[in-house]
């Protein structure tokens, strides 16, 4: 289980070495299945790896994760392969990045948002690039 304390969100990648985990896994098992526990996106540079043959994107776990994420795996439930969001191949997928110092006189750092609806996929669809996974809005 990888943990990262004392820390909101920093970056888009798997924190504690994940991704050399999944890369080092997927090395020796043919058949790879990766559950990522995450807030939001991150990069997946492992997702092409050709003993990565699942990717279950779980969110947040709660009490009953582990017994949802068998049902799934199991086939036992089909999740509808649906994201909340888009999922880059590059940070620069993204556009903006974190800021980390306050930048507007106060004690917190303000991104002010200008795309207006062209955000998430909607934004990488305009600047025609390919995601890693798209969000496909029902």
Known sequence: M????????????????????????????????????????????WST???VTGILWAGIPGEQAGNSILDVLY???NPAA?????????????GTSVLYQPNNGFAAPQLDFKEGVFTDYKAFDLKNITPTCEYFPT
């Open 75 to 77: 086939g036992a439930v």
């Open 82 to 94: 649906r994201l909340p969001f888009t999922i880059g191949s590059t940070r620069e997928d993204y």
């Open 2 to 45: 990888l943990i990262h304390q004392n820390s909101d969100r920093n970056n888009l990648t798997a924190w504690l070495g994940g991704d050399l985990l999944i890369e080092q896994v997927a090395a020796v098992c043919n058949n790879t299945i990766v559950v990522v526990h995450s807030t939001g996106p991150i990069l997946m540079p």
């Open 49 to 51: 790896h050709e003993n």
